[in-house]
């Protein structure tokens, strides 16, 4: 029986929805892929040239009450509205996948929000704004149980945000039990409690993926975020040489993910002189190509659903070889 077809007519356990993102193999999540303050404007059209699936960060901001894309809560009116920069951007994309009908290789696109503004109106926009848009995502049943994941009906576009629980009232909640799921949230995750930042970067990196991750997922909550402060201690900035300490807890991380039945997605790995910098955050940078190398060469071998990073086109060139 077709893949999809099963997905569309069986409750599965949580572990064997895992394929379904790429068939259970990697995928380059592009980094903040908007403009910032009006420069950067090629960012899509750069992400969505190295091919498909890809994984398509936005973040939202609201105003005036236009739902934008923003990389911070204090909008000025020039940003960006997300139907027009996003949706209607990958319109010529969705609309061949879905004449060309190949399930198969479907979703296409992931298509993740970061939210800087969970105030009440600002989420009802985007409720609203999927469901125009309802034919060409990714849906599942919302059922009367939390704990029971219900399948996927496959569609071009998958819809993925973050762990606030306002987001999860609108989103899930406030969702009849007949209704459709249109967009699926994070996973939360255990923070120790650490009097210092020197002490909470210490236990991110050191305490057991069990004791970051305690629950399993929910029909909504089906993803687990990390900064890379869970793998390296101190993240980008502090890192050392690869080791094979750090190889381990890499995978220790994934497996963990996977066995409960998330999928798990690391940012941001770059690797650049500053000189070489489109716009991107240092505080996300390994300092050279040849260092996210070897962190993009262990994400891949260990199996790391969504790879983020601000270098599309070197990760992309990376993946293919």
Not at 12 to 34: E, I, K, M, R
Not at 71 to 77: A, D, F, L, S, V
Not at 183 to 210: K, M, N, V
Not at 251 to 266: N, P, Q, T
Request: proline residues 6%; glycine residues 6%.
């Amino acid at each position: 029986m077709h893949r999809a077809l099963l997905f569309l007519i069986l409750t599965v356990p949580a572990t064997a929805q895992l394929n379904f993102l790429n068939s259970g193999h990697p995928v380059l999540d592009a980094h903040n892929c908007y403009p910032y303050e009006g420069q950067w404007t090629d960012r899509l059209q750069r992400a969505l040239s190295t091919g498909r699936p890809i994984g398509i960060e936005q973040d939202l901001a609201w105003y005036r009450g236009r739902l934008v894309v923003s990389h911070t809560p204090k909008t000025t009116g020039s940003e960006p509205l997300l139907r027009d920069y996003f949706f209607e951007a990958v319109r010529p994309i969705v609309e061949k996948a879905l004449a060309d009908n190949d399930r198969a290789h479907w979703p296409l696109i992931i298509v993740h929000f970061d939210v800087k503004d969970n105030q009440p109106a600002l989420l009802h926009a985007v409720w609203d704004l999927l469901g125009e848009y309802q034919s060409w995502i990714t849906t599942a049943p919302r059922g009367a149980s939390d704990t029971l994941l219900q399948p996927f009906d496959v569609n071009p576009l998958l819809v993925l945000t973050e762990d606030n629980d306002a987001q999860e009232k609108v989103f899930f909640r406030d969702v009849p039990a007949s209704g459709r799921l249109r967009l699926f949230g994070s996973a939360h995750t255990t923070r120790a409690e650490a009097t210092t930042p020197e002490e909470r970067d210490h236990l991110a990196a050191a305490l057991p993926p069990e004791k970051l991750l305690t629950t399993p997922p929910t029909n909504y909550r089906r993803w687990w975020n990390n900064s890379w402060h869970e793998v390296e201690e101190g993240g980008q900035p502090k890192a050392g040489g690869w080791t094979d300490a750090d190889q381990r807890r890499l995978r220790a991380l994934v497996e963990h993910a996977h066995k409960l039945g998330y999928w798990i997605r690391f940012y941001t790995l770059d690797g650049f002189a500053p000189a070489d910098s489109r716009g991107w955050d240092a505080g996300y940078n390994f300092g050279s190509a040849a260092a996210v190398r070897l962190r993009w060469q262990a994400a891949l071998e260990a199996g790391v659903d969504l790879i983020a990073t601000d270098q599309y086109e070197d990760l992309a060139a990376f993946m293919a070889r």
